[in-house]
T-cell receptor, first 115, second 114 residues
Framework: EAGVTQFPSHSVIEKGQTVTLRCDPI?????LYWYRRVMGKEIKFLLH????????ESGMPNNRFLAERTGGTYSTLKVQPAELEDSGVYFC?????????????FGPGTRLTVL | QQQVKQSPQSLIVQKGGISIINCAYE??????FPWYQQFPGKGPALLIA?????SEKKEGRFTISFNKSAKQFSLHIMDSQPGDSATYFC?????????????FGQGTTLQVKP
């Protein structure tokens, strides 16, 4: 069974540019999460989809970040325009069940560097 | 405000030794405490988890100790091996919430020397 995949694995962009990150969850997983780890700090929750609906977007930093999950399958996270503080590793995770009982499976992450 | 605090930031242990990583939390509504293990270039993977109705859970060489009154929990790796070298994250979640979001600690980089 394929795990959670993320694309690209690395992205280097300049301040002010736009970047779109993609996540493909494990097939059949209704729950999809985005997290971010800024260098040396904790992994922080960004948002949670249940199928195509945003269940919790309390962790989104600001309106430069836009997440979508069309058709309840893959998800994209767009940053527009990117700022220096957006640099970090963006993880996507998926799970079959809710609320911690269902294990969250993480992708390898996308390392974003904003210059 | 960081809701889950993890220490130490880094740890070096000799092969065969015991690795201990500690976490403390603030929110008493947390009721699920997983530990994740991350190898370079990979995403975090669930290692072991505990709920607050037990004080200890053991899976092979990995043990979680949980102290509800102190709001602390720790990971013990017995007979540490070089293959255990990785970054470890503790986390907390609320099973009663309508989202399974995880609140992570800052991570501990463990190096086990041969």
């Amino acid at each position: 069974e394929a795990g959670v995949t993320q694309f690209p694995s690395h992205s280097v962009i300049e301040k002010g540019q736009t970047v779109t990150l993609r996540c493909d969850p494990i097939s059949g997983h209704d729950n999809l999460y985005w997290y971010r780890r800024v260098m040396g700090k904790e992994i922080k929750f960004l948002l949670h989809f249940v199928k195509e609906s945003k269940q919790d977007e309390s962790g989104m930093p600001n309106n430069r970040f836009l997440a979508e999950r069309t058709g309840g399958t893959y998800s994209t996270l767009k940053v527009q325009p990117a700022e220096l503080e957006d640099s970090g590793v963006y993880f996507c995770a998926s799970s079959q069940l809710l609320a911690g009982v269902g294990e969250q499976f993480f992708g390898p992450g996308t390392r974003l560097t904003v210059l | 405000q960081q809701q889950v605090k993890q220490s130490p930031q880094s740890l070096i242990v000799q092969k065969g030794g015991i690795s201990i990583i500690n976490c403390a939390y603030e929110n008493t509504a947390f009721d699920y405490f997983p530990w994740y293990q991350q190898f370079p270039g990979k995403g975090p993977a669930l290692l072991i988890a505990i709920r607050p109705d037990v004080s200890e859970k053991k899976e092979g060489r990995f043990t979680i100790s949980f102290n509800k009154s102190a709001k602390q929990f720790s990971l013990h790796i017995m007979d540490s091996q070089p293959g255990d070298s990785a970054t470890y994250f503790c986390a907390a979640s609320m099973l009663t919430s309508n989202t399974g979001k995880l609140i992570f600690g800052q991570g501990t980089t463990l190096q086990v020397k041969p």
